[in-house]
């Protein structure tokens, strides 16, 4: 089983900064993408950020310019850097990874607990 650990989260006000990070461990073979999905109350569940295990990235439209995704793979850890916050920006944060337990074992997507972001204006 893989387990992610979410870390930071907090209340910023809007054109602060905040940083979050997600730490991969147990049985883990490989790991693609690592990321973040978020959800805001009556809003479905977005993709924020992903990174892959080669460095390819992308980011949802809104927060291009804005949130820089990292990783280290040795780690098994992700980063979002979330600069110029919005209002907009608050959510509850997850972050995922997408890997294989053993060589033979089929990808499959695993979460982590989620975290709130808030933003005040």
């Known amino acids: 089983q893989v387990q992610l650990v979410a870390s930071g989260g907090g209340v910023v006000q809007a054109g602060g900064s905040l940083r979050l990070s997600c730490a991969a461990s147990g049985s883990i073979f490989s790991i693609d993408y690592m990321g973040w999905y978020r959800q805001a109350p009556g809003f479905r569940r977005e993709l924020v950020a992903r990174?892959?295990?080669?460095?390819?990235?992308d980011y949802t439209d809104s927060v291009k310019g804005r949130f820089t995704i990292s990783r280290d793979n040795a780690q098994n850890t992700a980063y979002l850097q979330m600069n110029s916050l919005e209002p907009g920006d608050t959510a509850v944060y997850y972050c995922?990874?997408?890997?294989?337990?053993?060589?033979?074992?089929?990808?499959?997507?695993?979460w982590g607990q989620g975290t709130q972001v808030t933003v005040s204006p």
């Open positions: 995922y990874c997408n890997a294989r337990e053993t060589l033979m074992a089929p990808e499959r997507d695993y």
């Open positions: 990174i892959s295990r080669g460095g390819r990235i």
